[in-house]
């Protein structure tokens, strides 16, 4: 007695899958219903990619050329057509998009990608806080307003600020504040030793600073045209 | 006839700065016009030296590129009518210089003054090219210690070949200034001996400058040490330095170990 086993045989087995197309329905003159896709690509590129496309042509009178070259221009665009409905078969050549039919209006829902907010511009910063000691050979230039320096600005560096120039430390080096024409700037520092300070373009020179006020807290402002450096007290 | 004096070593911290000053310094004493320019652009220090770094506005980067005029830049040195000082960028870097505006600011530091001395950074790169450039003359800086000797050798070799003088097929008349010359340490061997260095470099000695406290101390005050303390031994060795430099015919000194009968009782002091 043999027993044989029968292959069970493998059935192709057909599955049904429902997919919510677009629909394009394209209307004469078909240039200017293009350049309607256009501007809907430029507002948000990307947005037809992957998604089945069908294009009811029920609305308008096409000849098989004219199609061909519809389906084209939308290639071109990376619109690819699943399928054309209302025309006659005969219209549609071999290479085209099959011909469909039955289909279902529905809605639908877009699922757009939310707006990108514009990044509204960040106002630019009025002040440069640094809160190191500026070392010699330093040049820190901040043309929009006061620089605030939490240490010392050592012999060799310089402060140039568009506003005033506060320093919790010594400042050793030179302080220019007010460069950009603005004679109401000033410079406070804890403790003055300063080579050079300027509000305005108006400068003195260490030379030129009270002794009695050096290793002091101290300002300088400008009156009129002369430099007034007086304790901070 | 204006010179314009190179100061320069190719090493570092053999005293470059110090013997611009004190030359700049005796020069000036003997009534020439003298300015020093410090080509140390990033590091300066020879308004340190000099004691002008309380009146430093304008410097030679701002000259340079024609932000300022020469003379807003000049400072003028308190003790000596005749001596001046161009100040170098302590915020800017050597590619800040460039050698048509060096090569003016010399031209027009020329019409002023009868010794223009460039103070020169250290090393082989643009900086130390750029002071060495528009040069007459120059002072090599040595130490009596084998690298700085072959610094200085290399320091040559550049001088006849990288100088404008040198481009047109002159010469560049150099010096050799033999700085920080411990004598008690050569008497032990333990340095290179005088003739060796000359041997070496094959160029004509300008002077020999001691070792000494007194170069420290003058430059802490910020004094050329010429003119803080001229009986001194190095300001005397300058002084001796700066009128070989003018021509004159001066012996050379060599700083000898002075051992009095104090020194030998007193010889070491404890820390």
Same mark, same amino acid.
């Given at each position: ?29 078909? $240039?200017?219903?293009?350049?309607? !896709? ?6 948000? %590129?990307? &947005? ?18 004219? !199609? ?47 707006? /990108?907010?514009?990044?509204?511009? /960040?106002?630019? %910063? ?7 000691? $500026? ?67 108006? &400068? ?23 430099? /007034? ?5 | ?24 310094? *005796? ?43 020469? =003379? ?40 002023? +003054? ?29 130490? =009596? ?10 320091? @040559? ?20 200034? @033999?700085?920080?010359?411990? *004598?008690?340490?050569? *008497? ?62 001066? *012996?050379?000194?060599? =700083?000898?170990?002075?051992?009095? +009968? ?10």
């Amino acid at each position: 007695m043999d027993v044989r086993a029968d292959p069970t045989r493998q059935l192709v087995r057909l599955r049904g899958r429902s997919y919510v197309a677009f629909v394009f329905s394209p209307v004469v003159p078909i $240039v200017e219903w293009l350049a309607e !896709i256009d501007a809907t690509l430029a507002r948000s %590129p990307g &947005y037809f990619v992957g998604k089945p496309i069908v294009l009811d042509l029920a609305a308008v009178d096409l000849s098989g050329a004219a !199609i061909a070259h519809l389906v084209g221009s939308l290639n071109e665009r990376n619109i690819r057509v699943l399928g054309i409905e209302g025309v006659e078969e005969e219209r549609l050549a071999a290479n085209m998009p099959p011909l469909l039919t039955g289909g279902r209006a529905c809605v639908i829902t877009r699922n757009e990608p939310a707006q /990108k907010a514009e990044p509204e511009a /960040k106002p630019k %910063p009025t002040s440069l806080l640094l809160d190191s000691p $500026v070392r010699s050979g330093q040049s820190i230039v901040f043309m929009e307003g006061d620089v605030t320096v939490l240490g010392s600005v050592g012999s060799g560096a310089e402060i140039v600020a568009g506003g005033s120039i506060h320093i919790y430390g010594t400042l050793r080096g030179r302080a220019m504040a007010g460069v950009n024409g603005n004679s109401s700037a000033r410079i406070y520092c804890q403790r003055i030793e300063a080579e050079l300070l300027a509000i305005d373009g108006y &400068y003195q020179t260490a030379e030129e600073i009270d002794v009695s006020l050096r290793n002091r807290p101290a300002q300088a402002r400008l009156e009129g045209d002369t430099m /007034k450096i007086t304790p901070l007290n | 006839m204006a010179k314009v004096l190179v100061v320069t070593s190719g090493k570092g911290g053999v005293g470059k700065t110090t013997t611009t000053a004190a030359l700049g310094a *005796a020069l000036a004493q003997s009534g020439q016009n003298v300015v020093v320019v410090d080509f140390d652009v990033g590091l300066r220090n020879l308004d340190l030296v000099m004691g002008a770094e309380r009146r430093v506005v304008f410097d030679l980067i701002n000259v340079v590129q024609g932000v300022a005029k020469l =003379p807003q830049a000049l400072i003028r040195d308190k003790r000596l009518e005749t001596l001046w000082l161009l100040p170098a960028s302590q915020t800017r870097d050597k590619d800040a210089l460039t050698d048509e505006g060096v090569g003016r600011v010399i031209d027009e530091l020329r019409s002023r +003054f009868d010794w223009i001395l460039c103070d020169s950074p250290a090393g082989i790169e643009r900086g130390a090219t750029l002071a060495m450039r528009f040069a007459d003359e120059a002072i090599i800086v040595t130490n =009596p210690e084998v690298s700085s000797v072959r610094d200085s050798d290399r320091i @040559i070799g550049m001088l006849d070949s990288k100088t404008v003088r040198a481009e047109r097929g002159e010469r560049v008349e150099k010096h050799i200034l @033999i700085t920080r010359y411990d *004598a008690g340490r050569a *008497a032990r061997g333990e340095m290179l001996n005088i003739d060796d260095i000359l041997e070496i470099l094959a160029t004509p000695l300008l002077g020999i400058i001691p070792e000494s406290q007194d170069v420290l101390k003058a430059s802490n005050v910020g004094t050329p040490v010429t003119l803080n303390n001229a009986d001194s031994a190095p300001a005397r060795a300058y002084t001796d330095a700066s009128r070989r430099l003018m021509g004159e015919e001066v *012996a050379m000194v060599v =700083p000898t170990e002075r051992k009095g +009968f104090m020194d030998r009782l007193l010889g070491r002091r404890a820390a």
